[in-house]
């Protein structure tokens, strides 16, 4: 077996946009406008939630789970992004590419069973309205959210792991603008079956687990509404449950074209970071225009704030 120093590569450098030298300060720019719009948008809907009491439900509760990840997921690569853009410098140290490896395959992965917990939220209110409340009570919720963050954070220790125990002695370039399983394995010199096989069998165990509950959510959800008589409860079910499928779409969408592909597919570079982009960065500030735009009472929340806000200004 070959053996090599882990320490050789003490830095990465990230290529991802070095190829645009001449757009790095328009970039900046359009980027820091994206990550201010993230946090305006999912800070108003965590204020909205946390301060209306009308939303202090589960499906709320999940809701703002959600923009807390939205929050977080981003802010592991933008800022580092940003500051790479600004200064012209393009590298992260080692133990800096361990940790937003880890942090944002963990918040990603988070998300996956989130959306699975929200879709079960969703299949429980429409099946089983009556014994909504008994099924989907405080402790229940806890729970499900708790197991959510300590599966994906476990996930992610595992990938972790198993990514940085590889060799790096042929290159530290990571073609990507953050530190990625894939990308960075592909610098490994050293054999990287095991990583390979872990990233195949646990992330897809977890990963079609995750997606056949939310899909056999939706078959169930569907089914029962179209047996509904009411149109306008027809209506009133589906958009509750259109503003998730959404972000179910979108997120399953940029996810499944980032990872799942054969290998021997003809693809650019360039399209699979802008496709990354939309992932890491863009998803994260649609979901809470997605949210406000489709649900009545987020709007009327956040308008009932901010009136109180201004109230209180002109005061």
């Given at each position: 077996m070959d053996t090599y120093n882990l320490t050789t590569v003490t830095e990465f450098i990230l290529t991802g946009l070095s190829d645009l030298p001449e757009m790095r300060y328009?970039?900046?720019?359009?980027?820091?406008?994206?990550?201010?719009?993230?946090?305006?948008?999912?800070?108003?809907?965590?204020?909205?939630?946390?301060?209306?009491?009308?939303?202090?439900?589960?499906?709320?509760?999940?809701?703002?789970?959600?923009?807390?990840l939205d929050i977080f997921c981003p802010s592991v690569t933008v800022p580092k992004m940003l500051k790479n853009l600004l200064t012209g410098m393009q590298s992260i140290s080692f133990w800096g590419c361990v940790f937003q490896l880890f942090f944002l395959v963990a918040l990603a992965g988070t998300e996956v069973f989130l959306l699975s917990a929200m879709a079960y939220d969703r299949y429980v209110a429409i099946c089983?309205?009556?014994?909504?409340?008994?099924?989907?009570?405080?402790?229940?919720?806890?729970?499900?959210?708790?197991?959510?963050?300590?599966?994906?954070?476990?996930n992610s220790l595992l990938h972790t792991v198993f990514t940085f125990r590889l060799s790096f002695c042929k290159s530290n370039r990571v073609n990507q603008y953050y530190c990625d399983i894939p990308p960075v394995v592909a610098l490994a010199c050293s054999s990287t079956y095991v990583a390979d096989m872990v990233v195949l069998v646990v992330?897809?165990?977890?990963?079609?687990?995750?997606?056949?509950?939310?899909?056999?959510?939706?078959?169930?959800?569907?089914?029962?509404?179209?047996?509904?008589?009411?149109?306008?409860?027809?209506?009133?079910?589906?958009?509750?449950?259109?503003?998730?499928?959404?972000?179910?779409?979108?997120?399953?969408?940029?996810?499944?074209?980032?990872?799942?592909r054969p290998s021997s597919s003809h693809h650019s570079p360039t399209r699979d970071r802008l496709i990354s982009m939309l992932y890491g960065v863009i998803t994260p500030m649609l979901n809470p225009i997605i949210y406000s735009l489709r649900n009545t009472e987020v709007k009327g929340a956040l308008r009932e704030v901010f009136n109180h806000k201004i109230f209180s200004l002109q005061v």
């Open positions: 328009p970039l900046f720019v359009v980027f820091s406008v994206i990550y201010q719009i993230t946090l305006v948008g999912n800070g108003a809907i965590l204020l909205a939630i946390g301060t209306e009491k009308k939303l202090h439900t589960p499906m709320y509760y999940f809701l703002a789970n959600l923009s807390i089983f309205p009556l014994r909504y409340t008994l099924i989907m009570t405080k402790g229940h919720c806890v729970q499900l959210t708790a197991s959510t963050w300590a599966t994906g954070f476990l992330a897809g165990i977890l990963g079609i687990s995750a997606l056949s509950i939310t899909g056999l959510s939706y078959i169930y959800i569907i089914s029962t509404i179209l047996k509904m008589r009411s149109a306008e409860g027809k209506r009133k079910a589906f958009s509750t449950c259109a503003s998730h499928l959404l972000v179910v779409g979108l997120f399953y969408g940029t996810v499944l074209f980032t990872y799942v």
